[in-house]
């Protein structure tokens, strides 16, 4: 279930990006590092002393 998510999912920043652009979601970038996307996510949860964090935007916003 969890790896449906991933191609939307995208390392949290500071300062936080709200638009990341497609190219930095974590299956793009794994692709281009030759690894799994799950390797990768754990290599960024486990940054900063274990507290990375992912972001997953599953809402969107309207103009208007």
Known sequence: MIERALPKTFRLTEPVDYEPH???ALVAQAAR???HPLALALDWLL???GKGLLLYPFE???AG
């Open 47 to 49: 940054q900063d002393d």
């Open 60 to 62: 969107n916003y309207h």
């Open 33 to 35: 590092r030759g690894c």
């Open 22 to 24: 497609p190219d930095d």
